[in-house]
């Protein structure tokens, strides 16, 4: 909108042209939301929508696919005018699982949103109004809940027919979009209204004079100013008041109006509501930790959607998002007589991530994108799988246990990937099984370590001596923090032996990546073990190949490239694999190769780069199979590494130090730990 419009008559005309865009916060959000990409993904074995939207910027929002499905469907249903416009869209669930930082994240999407041209809100100031003379000194007020200069259009005079035969006769409208303007018709606020009446009385009725007192205006969208994104967190039961969401009587005001019966004498911008009341969004954090007074006001604004002091009223045009607690959500609910705030509200329980492949970069956020230092200043190493094992061990901690399942296997399909003869819908009946469940915490993963209990043990663990003297953040020492938390700040005692037992399994899996990693580096490749899992892969596939002649060799197309490659099919290679699998009879083995292959046919048409290291018991068949082979005679590459008295040890030990720090990613601090933990018999399964 071009800078120099500022009548109402130019502002009309914008709307009709198509450069403005006249409609309600929740029409607003929707289209911000569904103008921008989405895609189908298939979560917990249901098919669900990610909107790309959430999935923007350097700290975004990561999972809560399902909380984010059920606001959108809740703003669509408002924006189409139905029930959901009379309700708030509540958040409950654990602390640190992602509310509160979600519902910012919508505020500075819609900031951006509207900062856009078309996307613009405006509202209209009364000006020269110290010629009226019921005002002393005050020469312009702007309408104080933000009103959209439409709004005023609708309301010019007394007579709605008269005021709709104005806006078609002046500005051209045609019947079918001025029933689409009145589709979110409503009056004109207290003060606006007594002023226009004001200002009618001053010009005799003469509409051309009375516009000449009007201005449009730009609504600010600084963030400071909680001006279209405004956030109201609860405050204790003293010092909160009605006053904080409403607004009160203004002695300075009244100082200059000499007319005790105008509305203006009330400041609302004093209040949070007003605020955001010319089609924002308003956050109201911990809404039920209120003084019941203050959520009795809640109730009053989300039904009616009015700011109602003394009789006067102001209708506004607000979107209300909220947050809430799991406990402080309970003691709410046991006081029956507060089930109509409830009622008016949509409850949507969020869960903590249970994804462990997203749980990374979570992790990450945890951990922090810039540089970490030592006390002396010196830069902090991260040890390649501190991410891996941090997120493994916080996820399982949200995983409920299952008689159908084991923790393990629970992970990986909840993570989409395979998990041995388990199905996807094995866990979708897990899941819907235990959502049966009244009691919210008990359903799937509503109970767990959340960010906060990460952040704090990476905390712990930087300010450990043994990170400080390393210089490094060695994974290992990620489960002594863990560990410290669990036992400070976990104060149920089931959930703190459950969480301890969820360590020992984080332990476990942190093991086989270990056995991985030094396979990798001792064949003084990144990829090695990749490649002898693909291996496996292939011959299983290629074994019953017709063109296979008496020399084994046979030649296939990598999906991934295109190219035609050879390779020998080595059968006790194979056997030993199987056997590693606890594979013992010639039907399992079979059936293990046949699901393999089906896996294979499955995946690779999706994704020809997929590669069954997510399988995580082939990966420790094929590691085993090449680790506890003889190596030049030295005994085991554990006994090798363990005794470096001859030099042959010593020197393979040296070649694998330096594999790890130039291909693998590790410092010569947790390259050392890593070797010195491998030759233990530590958390073996």
Not at 426 to 435: F, K, S
Not at 453 to 461: C, F, K, S, T, Y
Request: overall charge negative; hydrophobic content about 35%; aromatic content about 10%.
């Amino acid at each position: 909108m071009p800078k120099n419009i500022s009548t109402l008559h130019q502002h009309m005309t914008a709307v009709k042209d198509g450069k403005l865009r006249f409609e309600n916060a929740f029409q607003s959000v929707s289209r911000m939301i569904l103008e921008s990409d989405f895609e189908k993904v298939v979560v917990n074995g249901k098919t669900t929508y990610d909107f790309k939207i959430f999935r923007n910027g350097a700290k975004h929002v990561i999972g809560m696919y399902d909380e984010i499905n059920s606001f959108v469907s809740y703003v669509k249903d408002a924006a189409e005018n139905g029930s959901s416009k009379e309700m708030a869209f509540v958040l409950v669930g654990e602390p640190g699982n992602g509310k509160t930082f979600f519902v910012e994240f919508l505020a500075s999407l819609y900031r951006r949103f509207l900062a856009h041209g078309i996307n613009r809100k405006f509202t209209f100031k009364f000006l020269n109004l110290d010629n009226i003379g019921n005002y002393g000194k005050i020469s312009t007020i702007e309408s104080q809940t933000y009103e959209d200069p439409m709004i005023l259009a609708m309301n010019l005079f007394d007579d709605p027919d008269e005021t709709r035969e104005y806006i078609v006769k002046q500005v051209g409208f045609s019947d079918k979009e001025v029933e689409t303007l009145y589709a979110n018709y409503r009056p004109l606020g207290a003060c606006s209204g007594y002023i226009w009446m004001d200002i009618r009385d001053h010009c005799d009725g003469n509409i051309d004079e009375m516009l000449k007192f009007i201005e449009v205006t730009p609504v600010p969208l600084t963030e400071s100013l909680g001006t279209v994104t405004g956030k109201y967190p609860a405050k204790d039961k003293i010092t909160s008041s009605a006053v904080d969401l409403l607004g009160e009587e203004s002695i300075q005001r009244l100082l200059h109006i000499t007319d005790t019966n105008n509305p203006y004498r009330f400041d609302l911008r004093r209040g949070a509501l007003a605020r955001v009341a010319g089609g924002g969004i308003h956050f109201s954090d911990e809404i039920y930790k209120n003084k019941k007074d203050l959520v009795q006001v809640y109730l009053g604004v989300i039904q009616n959607r009015n700011i109602e002091i003394d009789g006067f009223k102001w209708p506004i045009d607000t979107l209300i998002v909220a947050t809430s607690n799991n406990s402080e959500f309970h003691r709410f609910l046991s006081e029956k007589e507060e089930a109509p705030i409830v009622d008016r509200c949509r409850i949507c329980y969020v869960s903590h991530n249970t994804n462990y492949k997203l749980q990374k970069q979570l992790t990450g956020y945890a951990i922090g994108s810039e540089t970490r230092t030592t006390l002396t200043r010196e830069d902090l190493h991260q040890d390649p799988n501190l991410n891996y094992s941090a997120s493994v061990t916080s996820v399982l901690s949200r995983l409920p246990r299952s008689e159908k399942l084991t923790p393990v296997e629970t992970m990986k399909l909840a993570a989409g990937e395979v998990a041995g003869e388990k199905s996807i819908k094995t866990l979708a009946e897990v899941i819907d099984t235990l959502n049966q469940d009244p009691e919210i915490i008990n359903r799937f993963g509503q109970k767990g370590l959340g960010q906060r209990n990460l952040g704090r043990a990476i905390q712990l663990l930087i300010e450990s001596s043994e990170t400080n003297e390393g210089r490094c953040m060695f994974a290992y020492d990620i489960f002594k923090a863990l560990e410290r938390i669990i036992l400070d700040y976990v104060t149920e005692a089931n959930d703190r032996s459950k969480y301890l037992e969820d360590l020992k399994t984080g332990k476990g899996l942190y093991r086989e990546r270990i056995m991985t990693e030094m396979f990798n580096a001792y064949m003084d490749e990144p990829y090695a073990i990749r490649k002898d899992v693909m291996n496996y892969v292939n011959m299983i596939i290629g074994i019953d190949a017709e063109n296979l002649g008496p020399d084994k060799m046979w030649k296939y197309k990598d999906p991934q490239n295109g190219e035609l490659k050879a390779l020998k099919i080595d059968e006790r290679y194979i056997n030993s694999v199987e056997e590693r699998l606890g594979l013992k009879t010639e039907e399992q083995r079979e059936s293990f190769r046949t699901s393999i292959r089906k896996i294979y046919g499955q995946k690779i048409s999706v994704d020809p780069d997929y590669d069954f290291m997510d399988n995580l018991e082939l990966v420790k068949a094929v590691t085993d199979v090449r680790l506890k082979s003889d190596i030049a005679g030295a005994g085991s590459l554990i006994g090798a590494l363990a005794n470096r008295t001859n030099e042959e040890n010593q020197k393979l030990y040296d070649r694998m130090i330096e594999t790890m720090l130039n291909k693998l990613g590790y410092c010569k601090t947790c390259a050392q730990k890593t070797i010195e933990y491998f030759c233990t018999q530590e958390d073996e399964k």
